[in-house]
Every structure is written in structure tokens, then in C-alpha cells.
């Protein structure tokens, strides 16, 4: 029990304007961070073409943002810093929103927590300067400046002493604010950016010309580096007035966080759980666990069919047929990666060209380095880019034959125009070499055929439905009134992979029939566990992944084993299959299944060019 209750008075005050802009703050300006955003903001509102940013001690004692943009009238400032006043929406219609700010609280709302400072001149007019220090206001005076905005913002928190407590260092506090301008940099390629800490540069990024696409492109090497772009698959698509577009990173460019996920909804940077779940799901079942993708997707639409005035900061948005735009990015995410599934990610081959160099000078011997020993984040690289080895279990399966040698001598040379080339050698009874154009391939024979099964499988069942095992005894399942709700509208896409449910009347669910592949199964946790996703992302892959798993477990008993001697024939018909089958890349715990060295790199490992 508490002991520590207040006494709350029953008098009913009104909060003098001071109190009510710290309250605001605390909604909009939770950190530096949160003020950067804001103010940049603004600053991409007003038109600007370049915007300058500079902190100091990770923007705790300084942020200051000047832009080019089209400036302020004098008379307009003193309107500026107050409460709920904006350029940016008249008010009648809070869905027709096309900017990044409309509330008119950020200002007024950093001025109540720090010193804030605005210099403004418009095209024509003269500059002018205002300042707020913890919410009073001074008078307007005369400054001088060019055309555009500069906002100085000094001490933040200085007036909520207690806010300052819940800071983090300042590393972590400028690595906050780096990682909002990087946001906003890439969701405006046209404009060009640079942050300062002090003096010293932590970010530029220039403005980038060309179209959307080629801006974006040049924007996003630049920002998310440029073995990421290298990577990754450009996406652009349309439903229903909804479009997408962006870059997807191949599943073999993955990280081990969801740091590289950036999401745009009519160029707003946003957190939202429906897309950041459908950039999941579109991944599902081409990734390993605990891998995360790498996208950078732009959601565009009309803006009334997005609400975005959910939270003072504007990070979190609400549409208004979720279930188009889950769909649309999901779709789009796995017909594009089944259609790039015999792309290999470019740092798989580096990782592998890397594990050949030495970082250290070695003896040497006539100009040549003796020992060759790469470095251990080389070989670390190198390992994460392998599929899984030792399944062990009996070899053969689908008509592959026993072959008394490794050797390949006679693959016909016309195949080598293929994408994955001729066959030519077998190693150690796991590993296929085979020759391109303009290259080698090394395939992981068992990791390639057992996607093969995989999604010959996975072909199957969706032609034939998944066989259903009914319950002897019906299994009751209570749930909240919602949830049951959100079960019952799925059922038919539950019954469609052998789920079948009713209702049971009142708040109850009736499973009557389970998946036959999946045998002994908690239906009632399972159900909870749908109802739990419907609830938190509008939709749910748990079963579609529990069947798979069981289809991926059969795929992998039933193909090819490592330590399997295969002929030439053999060898070239799972390479002209892997060509014709989707999602061939990755095996089923998605790692690669192969890995293209370009005759360049070779010749350059034996020192033939530089």
C-alpha cells in the first residue's frame, strides 16, 4: 500500500502561461535531440536549400540551427514564440497536412526551458532578433543577417533543473542528435547538411541533384554507406493511391539490430509499429534469427489518409487502412527479394577476398610477403557469411546419385554464359566450384539444395492447403472480448494453414482443428499469442512461421548431404535449379548459399593488377 498519498486541493487554478509551456516541453523537447529535430524541422519548412547545425556538450549548452530559407517578417516573430501559432495550417482541416511542423509548440516550448534566441530576415525586409529566457519574452530589436532563419538555443533545461537529472552523457546525447540529422538528411536529398560539435565536423551531407531516385541513391551512400547501397534493391511500387519506394538491403546484408531501419510516411521520419512489422514480415523466413533487415522506405499517400497529429512529437502515425499499407510493403518486400535471390551480397565476397589478405607486414621473402594470415574481424566476417555445416543423416534424395570422384571433366563450356556458371570441381564433398564468365562461384550444396526443398515444399502446401488433425476433444480458449474479436476475423487465413477456430459464444474461441504437421501443439497459448499480435501489429505470422519451420526441418532431412560426392550432371542441375527457384541465395536459416569472385578480384589476390 501507498503511504506516500498527497493531500490533492480541490481548488481549480489556471496554470500561468510559464508553467503550461514547461508542461508542453516536456510532450515535445525530451532531449537535444528532440530540439535539433524540431528546429530543423522548421528549417525545411521555411524552403531552405542548406542547414547549418551546431551543438556544444551534446547540445546541452548549445544548439544552434541556421538555415536559407525564406526568413521571417519582424512583426511575425513576437507571434512566433507563442503558443499553438503557426504558418503552416489555417486550422480547418487538421488531416490536410503537408509539412513537418503545424502545432505551433516547439518554439514557445524550447523557450520556456532554455535561453532561445531568433534572428530572421525575409526577402526584402529587414532582419530583426527575439529572445525568450524560461518563458519571458524580450523585446523585438534590429539585427543584422542574411535572408533566412538562425535559432540560438542555450542552457536547455537550465529552467527544469530536474529534466537535466534525466540526461544521458553527452556521447550519448550527440550521438542522439547525429542520428536525427542523418534521419532528416535522407528524407531531403535535394538539401544539403552539416553538424558541428564545436568546431570539430561530425557530419555533411551536400545536396544531391538528379531525381528522386538518383538524389536518394547518392544521399543514402553517403549517409548509410556505401556498401549498403551496393546492397541493396531499389523498390517502387503503387496500390490504391498508396506508393512505396526506397531500398530494401539483400537478406545477406543484414545487422545484428534493427539500427539500419529507416521509415518515411510522405517524407516524415517515423516510428511505427504497423510498418516496422511489415518490413519483418517482408523479410520472414530469408533471414537468420536475430538478424535484423536494412531498408530505407518512403510510404507516400494522400494526407488524409494518414493522421499524424497522434503525439506532440510527431513520430508516431495512424492510417487509415492499415491493413493496404502492411500489405503493399510486405508484398512488395518478398516479390522483390524472391526476384533478387540470386544476387549474393557483395560483402559476402569481400569477406571472403578479405579472409586471403594479411593485415600485418609478414617476412618477406624476394618482395613476396611468406606468411599470409588474415585478421581475426576478417575471418570473424567471413564465418557469419557461411551456412550452417554437419547436418548429418543419410545422403541421397531426389534422384542425386552417388559418384565414385570428385572431379568434373567433362561440363559442357557453353554453360558458363549461365548466371551461375559449369560446374568444374567438387571439394571436400560439400563445396562446388563452378566457372562464370567473368568469375567463379562457390556453392554450399547443402545449404542450396535444402532451399531447393524448401520452397518446393512450401509450393506444395499452398497448392494443396495444410492438412488439418482434428481435436478428439475441442479446445476452449478465453479471451478478452477484443481479442476474441480479432481471432474470428482472421479465421479464415488461420483455417487456410490448418487453424480451424469458432466462436464458443460469449468471449470464448473453439479450436476444433490444428495443423497435422506440427502434431502435439498448445493451441490455447498459440491463440493468445495471435491475439497478442493482431493487437500490437494488425496482423500475425506466428502460425505461417511454426508450419514453415516444420516444413524447413523436412527440407533439410530430405536434401543433399555435406560429405555427398556428386557427378558433373548432378552438379549443374542444382545450379540451373537454384537459377529458376526464388529466394535461392539464402538457405532456410538464411545465410548464403553462395559466394561470386569476380576474375578482377582474383587476379588481384595472385598480383596480376592492382
Not at 501559432?85 to 480547418?92: P, R
Not at 529566457?133 to 530536474?162: C, I, K, S, Y
Not at 513520430?315 to 493496404?324: G, I, K, N, T
Not at 505470422?541 to 560429405?563: E, K, Q
Request: charge should be neutral; aromatic fraction near 4%; hydrophobic fraction near 45%.
Amino acid at each position: 500500500m501507498n503511504t506516500h498519498i498527497r493531500h490533492i486541493s480541490r481548488v481549480i487554478r489556471q496554470l500561468d502561461e510559464s508553467t503550461a509551456n514547461r508542461i508542453a516541453a516536456g510532450e515535445v523537447v525530451e532531449r537535444p535531440a528532440s530540439a535539433v529535430k524540431e528546429l530543423v524541422e522548421n528549417a525545411l519548412d521555411a524552403a531552405a536549400g542548406r542547414i547549418d547545425v551546431t551543438i556544444s556538450d551534446g547540445g546541452k549548452a548549445l544548439i544552434r540551427v541556421v538555415d536559407d530559407g525564406c526568413g521571417m517578417m519582424p512583426q511575425d516573430l513576437p507571434l512566433a514564440l507563442a503558443r499553438h501559432a503557426t504558418s503552416k495550417i489555417d486550422g480547418s482541416d487538421l488531416l490536410a497536412i503537408d509539412s513537418f511542423g503545424f502545432r505551433g509548440e516547439a518554439l514557445p516550448s524550447l523557450g520556456a526551458v532554455g535561453r532561445l534566441t531568433i534572428t530572421s530576415r525575409a526577402e526584402g525586409a529587414e532582419a530583426a532578433e527575439i529572445g525568450v529566457t524560461a518563458g519571458r519574452v524580450q523585446p523585438l530589436r534590429p539585427a543584422a543577417g542574411n535572408r533566412g532563419t538562425a535559432v540560438e538555443l542555450r542552457d536547455l533545461f537550465f529552467a527544469t533543473p530536474a529534466r537535466l537529472k534525466f540526461l544521458r552523457s553527452t556521447r550519448a546525447e550527440t550521438q542522439a542528435v547525429v542520428e536525427v540529422v542523418r534521419r532528416l538528411a535522407m528524407a531531403e536529398p535535394g538539401v544539403g547538411f552539416t553538424l558541428h560539435d564545436d568546431d570539430r565536423l561530425l557530419f555533411r551531407a551536400d545536396p544531391e541533384p538528379g531525381d528522386l531516385f538518383d538524389a536518394l541513391h547518392a544521399r543514402l551512400a553517403r549517409v548509410m554507406g556505401r556498401d549498403f547501397i551496393e546492397n541493396a534493391i531499389r523498390i517502387d511500387t503503387e496500390r490504391e493511391g498508396v506508393r512505396l519506394q526506397g531500398f530494401a538491403a539483400l537478406p545477406t546484408y543484414s545487422r545484428g539490430a534493427a539500427v539500419a531501419q529507416h521509415l518515411f510516411v510522405n517524407n516524415r521520419p517515423v516510428r511505427d509499429k504497423l510498418l516496422t512489422g511489415a518490413l519483418r514480415a517482408g523479410y520472414f523466413d530469408v533471414l537468420p534469427g536475430g538478424r535484423h533487415p536494412a531498408a530505407v522506405l518512403f510510404v507516400g499517400c494522400d494526407p488524409h489518409f494518414v493522421d499524424v497529429n497522434v503525439h506532440p512529437a510527431k513520430a508516431e502515425v495512424r492510417f487509415r487502412q492499415p491493413d493496404l499499407v502492411r500489405g503493399l510493403v510486405v508484398s512488395t518486400l518478398r516479390h522483390r527479394l524472391a526476384g533478387e535471390s540470386r544476387r549474393a551480397s557483395d560483402t559476402v565476397g569481400a569477406a571472403t577476398l578479405a579472409a586471403f589478405r594479411s593485415d600485418s607486414a609478414g617476412p618477406m621473402v624476394r618482395g613476396y610477403q611468406m606468411e599470409y594470415r588474415p585478421s581475426a574481424g576478417a575471418i570473424r566476417t567471413a564465418m557469419a557469411g557461411q551456412a550452417p555445416q554437419g547436418f548429418g543423416g543419410d545422403p541421397g534424395f531426389d534422384g542425386f546419385a552417388e559418384s565414385p570422384s570428385g572431379r568434373v571433366e567433362d561440363a559442357p563450356e557453353g554453360v558458363t554464359d549461365a548466371p551461375l556458371g559449369a560446374a568444374r570441381a567438387q571439394l571436400h564433398q560439400n563445396y562446388i566450384i563452378a566457372q562464370t564468365a567473368d568469375g567463379m562461384i562457390i556453392v554450399d550444396q547443402h545449404a542450396a539444395h535444402e532451399r531447393l526443398v524448401y520452397e518446393r515444399l512450401k509450393a506444395q502446401a499452398e497448392q494443396t492447403g495444410i492438412a488439418s488433425q482434428a481435436l478428439l476433444i475441442p479446445e476452449i480458449v478465453e479471451l478478452p472480448e477484443a481479442c476474441a474479436a480479432r481471432i474470428l476475423a482472421v479465421a479464415e487465413d488461420l483455417a487456410r494453414l490448418g487453424l480451424h477456430v469458432e466462436g464458443f459464444g460469449g468471449n470464448a474461441v473453439a479450436v476444433r482443428e490444428i495443423p497435422a504437421l506440427l502434431g502435439r501443439l498448445d493451441a490455447a497459448a498459440l491463440i493468445r499469442d495471435i491475439a497478442d499480435d493482431l493487437a500490437d501489429q494488425g496482423a500475425s505470422d506466428r502460425l505461417r512461421a511454426r508450419v514453415d519451420a516444420v516444413l524447413s526441418s523436412m527440407a533439410c532431412h530430405g536434401s543433399v548431404r555435406s560429405g555427398r560426392r556428386m557427378t558433373a550432371d548432378e552438379m549443374n542441375a542444382l545450379l540451373r535449379e537454384m537459377e529458376r527457384t526464388p529466394r535461392s541465395g539464402q538457405c532456410n536459416h538464411g545465410r548464403p548459399t553462395w559466394v561470386k569472385l569476380s576474375l578482377p578480384d582474383i587476379e588481384r589476390l595472385f598480383g596480376r593488377k592492382d
